[in-house]
């Protein structure tokens, strides 16, 4: 590959949400603010959605990693579970044992019962849930009840929801309504900017271990820029495919040719309005009419 190529010690725009990559950009930056500040008031839900690749998961990791300590925090990766194992798994979460054949209202009280006993030893439970858009209605209903527990001050347990624009939709829904209304603190992702765009790159090429932040010239990162619509996981497929491409022709810059090869290669980038060849042709056309004006007009 063209790690020594380039100079990088490690791959710069590998997929998986690593945390050892993270750039405080605008928007992730202020969604751990709002995270941070709805988890110490103790608030029951709390909702981060965002379109595909924006950079939920990779928040959700953030936030786990940087949990003040009086939180227990219980993971659901994918939460496409029905209410029973929507129970399990948070017994699961919670460190509970328990016999195989108890039914669910048993369940319910001994995660009621943790939760209370965890609570006396001044610990409340985020329960976190990414893709949050695949969770079943009566399973969000059972979420709710369980957010009904709390002491005087604060919930038992607080739920944070990650997911795609369509748990908006869901939520909508007149029977979500007072799930809905207990939302009190959301946040979307919106994709990043030009500069942003840019300050990414930079960052996680640094990261991997470039000094040089020119590896990519300013043509090449604008063709980027418009192509992932500044969503992040399109901008490190394309900036992986250009380096690449640039390694295979033994580059040293990544330029325009190489961007615009990798967005060709993407099936969900946006391509180019305009092929690439057509500011020259509109260009000889101009000319072409000019000089035909000139002639026309009897030329010199
Ligand atoms: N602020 C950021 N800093 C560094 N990398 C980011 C940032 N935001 C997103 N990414 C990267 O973009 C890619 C997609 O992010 P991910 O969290 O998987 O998106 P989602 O869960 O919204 O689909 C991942 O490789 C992730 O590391
Ligand atoms: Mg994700």
Redesign the pocket.
């Known amino acids: 590959m063209y790690l020594q190529h380039f100079g990088l010690r490690e791959m710069p ?6 945390t050892g ?5 605008a928007p ?1 930056a202020e969604a751990l603010q709002v995270l941070q500040t709805a988890l110490q008031t103790g608030e029951g839900f709390i909702k981060v959605t ?11 990791r953030k936030l786990l990693n940087d949990l003040p300590a009086p939180l227990r925090c219980a993971y659901l990766p994918n939460p496409c579970l029905s209410p029973n194992e929507l129970r399990w798994a948070l017994a699961l979460e919670l460190g509970l044992k328990y016999s195989a054949n108890i039914d669910q209202q048993q369940l319910t009280s001994l995660i009621q019962h943790q939760l209370m006993a965890l609570a006396a030893h001044g610990h409340s439970v985020v329960l976190i849930l ?1 893709e949050a858009q695949a969770l079943p209605q009566e399973s969000l209903e059972t979420l709710r009840l369980f957010t009904n527990l709390e002491t005087e001050s604060r919930k038992l347990l607080q739920v944070v929801l ?1 997911g795609q624009p369509e748990l908006d939709e869901r939520l909508a829904s007149p029977e979500l309504r007072q799930l809905r209304q207990r939302i009190t603190f959301s946040y979307r ?1 919106r994709p990043l900017n030009r500069q942003e765009i840019e300050a ?1 790159v930079q ?2 090429l640094k990261v991997a271990g470039l000094s040089d932040t020119g590896l990519f010239d300013s043509a090449a990162i604008a063709a980027i820029a418009r192509a992932s619509r500044g969503i ?2 399109l ?2 497929i394309l900036a992986h495919k250009a380096l690449m491409l640039g390694f295979g022709e033994g580059l040293q810059r990544i330029g325009r040719r190489q961007a615009l090869g990798a967005i060709r290669d993407t099936e969900d980038a946006s391509k180019p309005i305009w092929p690439n060849w057509l500011p020259v042709l509109s260009l000889s056309c101009l000319m072409a009419a000019a000089m035909g004006l000139w002639w026309r007009g009897g030329g010199l």
Do not use: M, S
């Open positions: 725009f590998a997929l998986t949400p690593n990559f993270f750039f405080a950009l992730h965002g379109e595909v690749g924006t950079g939920k998961t990779l928040i959700l990414d990650f992702l990414y960052h996680r992040p996981r901008i490190n």
